[in-house]
């Protein structure tokens, strides 16, 4: 960047700083406005990524758009947990292992993870997000999704990343996928972080959603998993063929969406699915 150039993103920087000195924020999922905490603040050039073992990373990203409060109540998806599905044990003590569930039904996905417990606060955030288009939200998530893709696989693990496909129906009438918002930026991310020599690829024209489903909020798990049945299809299955696959989606309920896109994929050729959500619950 040239010298008038990064005076301009100064002289913006600095107005940016006066005006939130003066305008507080609204918070996003309380409506309470609220004062940004000026020690969180980073400056993006110097830190075009995250905030690694940094106990105030998700404070730090969602600073523009949650009050301190909000971000308080954020609960990680920490240790010990299961080494399948990602299923945080009550016990905080001891290490990862398989749950019993894995244990006893062993699942299509490989290895899910997830960022946080998916209750109070986050659970609104990713309403905002979801449902009344905060989609500002992308940026931040989607950052910390990768984060975490970062801390819990190694690079060159993953071939493919792919969004859960909604129906045409519900993403004409979103007008987004959510799933999708997530990832887009990613290539981008891990292309700043010097891994360009095997840039990740982002797919979301190969997994199809073809029928109608009534939304899963309410169902029990058995109601979940006969609802999400025959939903999706493999639309080149030249594109899954002996690739490994990290399947992204917004929340992990009881698991039957994203062990569903596993099934189809593996079935399809896939070499292994993985998957990773926002949330748990
Ligand atoms: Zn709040
Ligand atoms: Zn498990």
């Known amino acids: 960047m040239n010298e008038s150039g990064c005076f301009k993103k100064g002289f913006r920087r600095s107005i940016g700083a006066v005006l939130k000195a003066v305008f507080p924020t609204r918070c996003l999922t309380c409506g309470s406005l609220y004062h940004e905490n000026p020690a969180l603040e980073v400056n993006p050039q110097e830190k075009p990524l995250l905030y690694p073992d940094d106990d105030l990373g998700f404070a730090r990203e969602m600073a523009p758009f949650l009050c301190g409060d909000c971000s308080s109540r954020f609960v990680p998806i920490d240790s010990p947990l299961c080494t399948r599905c990602g299923m945080m044990f009550d016990s905080r003590q001891g290490e990862d292992h398989l749950c019993r569930?894995?244990?006893?039904?062993?699942?299509?996905?490989?290895?899910?993870?997830?960022?946080?417990?998916?209750?109070?606060?986050?659970?609104?955030?990713?309403?905002?997000?979801?449902?009344?288009?905060?989609?500002?939200?992308?940026?931040?998530?989607?950052?910390?999704?990768?984060?975490?893709?970062?801390?819990?696989?190694?690079?060159?693990?993953?071939?493919?990343?792919?969004?859960?496909?909604?129906?045409?129906?519900?993403?004409?009438?979103?007008?987004?996928?959510?799933?999708?918002?997530?990832?887009?930026?990613?290539?981008?991310?891990?292309?700043?972080?010097?891994?360009?020599?095997?840039?990740?690829?982002?797919?979301?024209?190969?997994?199809?959603?073809?029928?109608?489903?009534?939304?899963?909020?309410?169902?029990?798990?058995?109601?979940?998993?006969?609802?999400?049945?025959?939903?999706?299809?493999?639309?080149?299955?030249?594109?899954?063929?002996?690739?490994?696959?990290?399947v992204v989606d917004d929340v992990y309920t009881t698991g039957a969406t994203m062990n569903e896109c596993a099934r189809v994929l593996i079935q399809a050729g896939a070499d292994e699915v993985h998957g990773l959500t926002l949330a748990r619950a």
């Open 101 to 246: 569930g894995c244990a006893q039904h062993p699942k299509s996905l490989a290895r899910a993870r997830s960022l946080g417990v998916y209750e109070g606060r986050f659970m609104n955030l990713i309403h905002a997000f979801k449902y009344s288009g905060k989609i500002q939200l992308a940026r931040p998530l989607g950052r910390m999704l990768f984060q975490l893709f970062l801390s819990q696989w190694d690079w060159g693990e993953i071939d493919t990343v792919m969004p859960v496909p909604l129906h045409p129906r519900r993403l004409r009438d979103r007008g987004f996928n959510q799933s999708f918002l997530l990832v887009q930026r990613w290539p981008e991310l891990s292309e700043s972080l010097g891994f360009a020599q095997k840039n990740i690829s982002v797919d979301c024209k190969t997994l199809f959603r073809h029928k109608w489903t009534r939304p899963q909020t309410g169902l029990n798990r058995n109601e979940r998993m006969a609802n999400i049945q025959k939903v999706f299809y493999v639309g080149d299955p030249l594109k899954v063929v002996d690739k490994r696959i990290l």
